[in-house]
């Protein structure tokens, strides 16, 4: 079975600029996360969809927006781009929205300058 | 929100010598506690959980225990090997819609000393 699949795996933009990542989660998940992984930060919750519909969301600004599709494929985007936003990007699928393991893709790493 | 605090933050141990890894969680309604390796350049992988009815579970060289009272669960690794170098996460999973949010501590860097 595929494991969940991310791309692009490395971008770099400019400041101002806006970015779209994809994830493809395992065949049969339904629920899609993400995450931003900085050093010292650890993993910081972006936001979780399932069936199409954010189910949660974490403490990041509005520039930070996503969408899943029909067939679980899911989107993150990132508006008016910051240095800070430079991190690697985690997306996670799990097979249901409730407690379980969830399969990390290998991550987008993205570098703002 | 939720909040996982995660200490130490960087751990170094000799090989054959045991870790310990220690979180704490803020919200008393979290209900499962998973705990994440992540490998240099690798994606997180899940190597153990529990959840809040059981108070403590082993996987060979590797245990989980939880205090709900405290709200504190630990990670513990016995007789160390190389291979156990890694970043490791722990988790809180709570459910505040009808969907668990997943929140992660910031990790442990742990090197295991040949």
């Known amino acids: 079975k595929a494991g969940v699949t991310q791309t692009p795996r490395y971008l770099i933009k400019t400041r101002g600029q806006q970015v779209t990542l994809s994830c493809s989660p395992i065949?049969?998940?339904?629920?899609v996360s993400w995450y931003q992984q900085t050093p010292g930060q650890g993993l910081q919750f972006l936001f979780e969809?399932?069936?199409?519909?954010?189910?949660n969301k974490g403490n990041f600004p509005g520039r930070f927006s996503g969408r899943q599709f029909s067939n679980s494929r899911s989107e993150m985007n990132v508006s008016t781009l910051e240095l800070g936003d430079s991190a690697l990007y985690l997306c996670?699928?799990?097979?249901?929205?409730?407690?379980?393991?969830?399969?990390f893709g290998e991550g987008s790493r993205l570098t703002v300058l | 929100g939720e909040n996982v605090e995660q200490h130490p933050s960087t751990l170094s141990v000799q090989e054959g010598d045991s870790a310990v890894i220690k979180c704490t969680y803020s919200d008393s309604a979290s209900n499962y506690f998973p705990w994440y390796k992540q490998e240099l350049g690798k994606r997180p992988q899940l190597i153990i959980d529990?959840?809040?009815?059981?108070g403590e579970k082993k996987d060979q060289r590797i245990a989980v225990t939880l205090n709900k009272t405290a709200k504190h669960f630990s990670l513990h690794i016995t007789e160390t090997q190389p291979e156990d170098s890694a970043v490791y996460f722990c988790?809180?999973?709570?459910?505040?819609?009808?969907?668990?949010?997943?929140?992660f501590g910031p990790g442990t860097s742990l090197s295991v000393i040949p």
């Open positions: 988790a809180a999973s709570i459910t505040e819609t009808s969907y668990d949010k997943v929140i």
């Open positions: 969809y399932f069936s199409e519909t954010q189910r």
């Open positions: 529990i959840r809040s009815n059981v």
């Open positions: 996670a699928s799990r097979r249901t929205g409730r407690t379980g393991e969830l399969f």
């Open positions: 065949s049969g998940h339904r629920s």
